[in-house]
Structures are given as C-alpha cells and as structure tokens.
T-cell receptor, first 106, second 112 residues
Framework: KNEVEQSPQNLTAQEGEFITINCSYS?????LHWLQQHPGGGIVSLFM???GKKKHGRLIATINIQEKHSSLHITASHPRDSAVYIC????????FGTGTSLTVIP | DGGITQSPKYLFRKEGQNVTLSCEQN?????MYWYRQDPGQGLRLIYY???????QKGDIAEGYSVSREKKESFPLTVTSAQKNPTAFYLC???????????FGPGTRLLVL
C-alpha cells in the first residue's frame, strides 16, 4: 500500500531553473511535511503545511487538501539544492514518500 | 547548542550480536522516534515514544527493542532476531506527537 506517492523519482536541472516536486496522498492527514535529506544522510524539516502555501527563501510549498496534493517549488535553483526531497504525511503516524532525488548542475 | 545526536556514525555487527544505537536530545522534546531507511524505500517507523517510560511499536518493530528512562535519551537495540539489520537508522524528536520532527545525523549499521 502506498499512502503517499512522489514524482518525479529523479530530477536533473540546470542551475537557475524553476523546479517542481509533487506529492499525492490517499489518507486523511492533519499536516504534510516536506523534508530535505543531504548526501550525508542528515534530514532537515523544510515545511509543515495544513493548508494553503508557505514560502521560505527560494522554496515554496503548497497544498490542496481537497485534491490531496502538495507541491514543493524551488526558484532559481542552485547546486547546493541537490538533495533528496521527502514528502511526509502526519496523521495518526508519519507516512513517508520514497523521495525525489534532485541534482542541480552548474 | 540545542540538537539531537546519534552515535556511533558507523557500526559493525557480527551475526548473532545485539548492538545498541544511541540517541540523545537536549531540545526538551517529549516525543522521540526511531526510523529505518533502506535504499529506494521511504523511512519506516520502528518505535516511538510520546513520553518518558512509555513507547509504542511502529510498523517494523520485530527484532528491535527500546527504552525511554530519561526524556533526553531513546536508545535502540538491534537484536539478533532482526534478520536483515543492515540499514541507515535515524532518530528524531518533536515537541509533541507527529509535529515537526528534528532528525539526528543517523547511524549506518553493517552486519559482517
């Protein structure tokens, strides 16, 4: 069973490009989280969303509760954005997507 | 400096051995979690604790054990009953259950 699906699985972009990563889910949630995992393995929480849109620097996250869909956008992408981005659902426990591996080429 | 630490970074285990992974946080968080990450798979919950002296099994608790004797500490023991323990183990904490989680740097366990 896959409560959460991310797309694409892998993404390569040129520096400066606008990037979108998608997350669709099938269960009821109290919030949706976007996480960033760097090559060394450490994970950082980027956003927690329960509705609407949030922005932090060049990162924007949106969620549509009715459509059970969230997107993470990166504007003016940079090589340091290269990481795995993980969508996680918070309900009665956490459900994690398998992640989107992003590589930004200079 | 507030944060969550895990040790060791790399751990080697012989078959049949129990090993304990350390997780410590000084964020004053009530909830703590252990996850396992395998290549190509999402994080999977092993155990979680919402308060001292209490913990619950996650999706893949078989072959693992935990304790929560102190708020700051949530060690995970990988027992010999865990048939495929080679993986990356991540500990996390949050103020309350299932809120924004802060992750440790992880421990890579390799069975020899």
């Amino acid at each position: 069973k896959n409560e959460v699906e991310q797309s694409p699985q892998n993404l390569t972009a040129q520096e400066g490009e606008f990037i979108t990563i998608n997350c669709s889910y099938s269960v009821g949630i109290s919030a949706l989280h976007w996480l960033q995992q760097h090559p060394g393995g450490g994970i950082v929480s980027l956003f927690m969303l329960s509705s609407g849109k949030k922005k932090h620097g060049r990162l924007i996250a949106t969620i549509n509760i009715q459509e059970k869909h969230s997107s993470l956008h990166i504007t003016a992408s940079h090589p340091r954005d290269s990481a795995v981005y993980i969508c996680a659902l918070a309900g009665n426990q956490f459900y994690f997507g398998t992640g989107t591996s992003l590589t930004v080429i200079p | 400096d507030g944060g969550i630490t895990q040790s060791p970074k790399y751990l080697f285990r012989k078959e049949g051995q129990n090993v304990t992974l350390s997780c410590e946080q000084n964020l004053n968080h009530d909830a703590m979690y252990w996850y396992r990450q395998d290549p190509g798979q999402g994080l999977r919950l092993i155990y979680y604790s919402q308060i001292v002296n209490d913990f619950q099994k996650g999706d893949i608790a078989e072959g693992y054990s935990v304790s929560r004797e102190k708020k700051e500490s949530f060690p995970l023991t990988v027992t010999s009953a865990q048939k495929n323990p080679t993986a990356f183990y991540l500990c996390a904490s949050s103020i309350g259950p299932w809120e924004t989680q802060y992750f440790g740097p992880g421990t890579r366990l390799l069975v020899l």
